[in-house]
Each structure stands twice: as C-alpha cells, then as structure tokens.
C-alpha cells in the first residue's frame, strides 16, 4: 500500500493543469501493481477540478486501486459528489466509496 500526502502539493489545490502537474510528478515514484491510500491531512482546501484531474489520472495508472481516507475537509465533501455525479469510471468508483464511508449524499 501506498499513501499520497496531498499537502506535499501545497494546502491550496486549485485547477485541473496544477492537478495533472502533482500527478504527473509523483507517477515516477508510484507502483502501478499496489493500491494507493489519498490523505487529505493538512489540505486548507481541493477545488472539484484539481481533485478531479488527479484522481481520474492516478485511477487510469493503478486500474482504480485507490482509497481516499475520511476526511472532514469541507471542501473535499462537496468536491466528491460533484466529481461522482459527472463520471462513470474508475474515478466514480473511487469517490463513490468515498461518499459512503464518509457518510455524506
């Protein structure tokens, strides 16, 4: 299992190319083979493009082997219904599960 510290990338995460930028940086140091946990500690706040373009991207590489840790950061719980309202994919997935174990709608 792998963790990626969001806050590594900064506590503001905002806009869809910044979002391609954090992953394409970390890819490098990542396993496709080994499912990665996403902690949001320390992140002030996630817009629903950032998060978007990064999960979408890291979801494609490791085939949706991905978690995202609870989290009470308001701005991840309203990005996440957003992000699984608009797609049908890995990353659905991913925040689908998310939602539920977070307890949100």
Do not use: C
């Not at 996630?46 to 373009?53: A, F, I, K, R």
């Not at 719980?77 to 890995?90: C, G, H, N, S």
């Amino acid at each position: 299992m792998q963790t990626i510290y969001l806050k590594k990338f900064g506590n503001v995460l905002v806009g869809r190319p910044n979002g391609q930028e954090a992953f394409n940086g970390i890819r490098p140091q990542l396993d496709p083979n080994l499912p990665v946990k996403i902690d949001f500690s320390d992140v002030l706040t996630v817009n629903p493009s950032w998060l978007d373009e990064f999960l979408t991207r890291l979801a494609d590489f490791n085939h949706g082997k991905v978690e995202l840790l609870p989290t009470h950061n308001a701005s991840v719980r309203v990005a996440l219904p957003v992000i699984a309202k608009e797609r049908q994919d890995y990353t659905a997935d991913i925040v689908k599960r998310a939602i539920k174990e977070m307890g949100l709608k």
